[in-house]
């Protein structure tokens, strides 16, 4: 029990004084680019869909 109450209180220090925290304005503007690089890859899997979509039924109409 007493290494779990370590590992608690290690971590806790490690936490508070070895990591370097983002500020406000960087953790806002590294959403934003998660947001719109997650908006392009959807885009980008939208177009392949519908792509070959459009190819398979080209296909099955001959």
């Known amino acids: 029990m007493s290494k779990i109450g370590t590992y608690v ?3 806790y220090k490690e936490l508070t004084t070895k990591v ?11 959403a934003i680019l998660v947001m719109v690089a997650s908006l392009i890859l959807a885009i980008v899997v939208w177009i392949m869909d519908f792509a070959f979509k459009t190819i398979m ?3 099955y109409q001959l």
Do not use: M, N, V
């Open 9 to 11: 209180k290690e971590s």
């Open 57 to 59: 039924t080209g296909l």
């Open 20 to 30: 370097t925290w983002p500020t406000w304005d960087k953790l806002q503007s590294s």
